[in-house]
């Protein structure tokens, strides 16, 4: 399967802590994004990290990406409460031709909860 | 100014009925898509359309149709409901379909629960 792992399942912090989840995959990718869902609501999207790239940053996320190895990691520094939600990594993968399928595949997402 | 909507957003029904759902966007996007999230949250896509063109038709039963009347339009019927069929569907929609950089907007959710 193609499907991106998250681990943990779940992450429970206090607020002011660091939160790090952890995206793992199978086949090659053109890029790799991350997705939050709060409860009842619809994905919004987060960031967006290609395959050439390293790091990328956007406010207090950080995600990084490891072709090698197949997997990437966001963090949120300085956690509020407003950031419990479920967090998703989705890739789109290429094919044989080494050209990128239309479809976005999801993983099974880590539940975060902030405590206030 | 709901960029992704779709409707209803709860759905309870009997187990043999036919129910639809719609979607419209009002992003300009040309790509919609449906995706399927079970009780573990994992999200499947099952169709996606370009221009009204099925572009992605994953493994999913006949009973499932989707119907794009227009590029901003892509509702999903469902025939002969089943117990299984108990999920949130998502409708979503992005500016085009491969390529890099395309992220995707998605709809609130469509809760179906089948009794």
């Known amino acids: 399967s193609q499907q991106g792992e998250e681990d943990p399942q779940a992450l429970s912090i206090q607020e002011g802590e660091n939160a790090t989840m952890n995206c793992s995959y199978k086949?090659?990718?053109?890029?790799l994004q991350w997705y939050r869902q709060n409860s009842g609501r619809g994905l919004v999207h987060l960031i967006l990290i290609r395959s050439n790239e390293r790091e990328k940053h956007s406010g207090r996320l950080r995600v990084t990406l490891d072709t090698s190895k197949k997997s990437s990691s966001l963090l949120i520094t300085a956690s509020r409460a407003a950031d419990t939600a479920s967090y998703f990594c989705?890739?789109?993968?290429?094919?044989?031709?080494?050209?990128?399928?239309?479809?976005?595949?999801f993983g099974q997402g880590t539940i975060l909860t902030v405590h206030p | 100014d709901t960029a992704v909507s779709q409707t209803p957003k709860y759905l309870v029904t009997q187990m043999g009925n036919d129910k639809s759902i719609k979607c419209e966007q009002n992003l300009g996007h040309d790509t919609m898509y449906w995706y399927k999230q079970d009780s573990k949250k994992f999200l499947k896509i099952m169709f996606s359309?370009?221009?009204?063109?099925?572009?992605i038709n994953e493994t999913v039963p006949n009973r499932f149709s989707p119907k794009s009347p227009d590029k901003a339009h892509l509702n999903l019927h469902i025939n002969s409901l089943e117990l299984g069929d108990s999920a949130v569907y998502f409708c979503a929609s992005s500016p085009l379909p491969a390529g890099s950089g395309n992220t995707i907007y998605f709809g609130e959710g469509s809760w179906l629960t089948v009794v």
């Open positions: 359309y370009n221009n009204k063109e099925l572009i």
């Open positions: 989705a890739t789109r993968h290429l094919n044989a031709g080494g050209t990128s399928y239309g479809k976005l595949t």
């Open positions: 086949t090659s990718i053109n890029n």
